[in-house]
Every structure is written in structure tokens, then in C-alpha cells.
């Protein structure tokens, strides 16, 4: 398939609704009702919200894929950056992927796999060495794919309720 992948802004943010409603029910069928998943419009304006703020100072990377010449976007991945942490010395500035999703009818066509080859880009340019990606353990699609394109196990994040 062929794409090109841009560097987003503010502007392309309000056109990424539609792929994060298609992650969400994606992540509510992974799960199945194993933990509680937010309804598609709270979900959505929150992480609207947070792209925003994040992307307005200067913490945050929007990188979007789209077929050349149309605007619609395939796919989408957005990093937080984060400042230097006190135990691992991965320098001033580290990467995260906060999302990654491709739609529906592009996966498998290494729009995925491309989208996280230009964060790492984007990351270089920035001067920042290390990008980390979280993945829902009922999800080995994705950490293979994770897998197959650099990513190794660093961390292991636990969750349970408290009651």
C-alpha cells in the first residue's frame, strides 16, 4: 500500500475521532469486559483533550499516515515525551507510544510498522534515543508486531482493583 506519513498538528487531531472509536472497540473485544472500557465520546474528548494540551507545549508527536494526495488519515500514532526518569538513564527526553492505530481496511499492509519507523525518526531529529510502546497482555498481535520491528521487553505493568 503505498503512504506517506506526516507530522500532525492542533488541525489534524479533530480528524482522528473515527480511528480512535475504531481502537476502542478493538481494545473493549481484546479485553472482553475483563476491565471497564469508557463510552466512544468521553472517551474520544478526553483523549482529544490531551492531544491538544500535550502537541500545544511542545510534549507530545503526532505522526499520521495517509494515502499520497488524500487527507483522510489510514492511521495514526501519537508519543508523549517524557523528561529524564531517576532510575534508567535513557537521557533528558524519552518517547512513548501512546497510540498506534491503523484502520480497519489498511492492517496488515505495514502502515503499523511504518508509523513506528517515523517516531523513531522524529524522535533522532529530536535528539532523544529511546522510544518505549505499551501493549494490553490480551494482545499478541500487537506485541508481535512490536517485536518484529525492535521493541523488547523493559517493563511489566501490572493493574487490580481495589476493592
Sequence with gaps: MDIEIINGGAADVERLGPLWAQLLEHH????AG???????????ERCR???LDLLAKDEGLLLVARRPGD????GFAFVVL????????????RGEVDTLVVAAGA??????AALLEACRAALRERGIAYLSIG??????DAARLYERVGFRPWTR???TRTD
Aim: proline share 8%; hydrophobic share 40%.
Design 28 to 31: 473493549r473485544a481484546v479485553v
Design 34 to 44: 475483563d476491565w471497564p472500557v469508557r463510552a466512544g465520546a468521553d472517551s474520544w
Design 49 to 51: 483533550a490531551q492531544y
Design 71 to 74: 487527507d483522510a488519515p489510514l
Design 82 to 93: 517524557h523528561g529524564p526518569g531517576a532510575t534508567f538513564d535513557l537521557g533528558e527526553r
Design 107 to 112: 492492517r496488515g499492509g505495514g502502515t503499523g
Design 135 to 140: 501493549v494490553l497482555a490480551a494482545n499478541p
Design 157 to 159: 505493568e501490572l493493574l
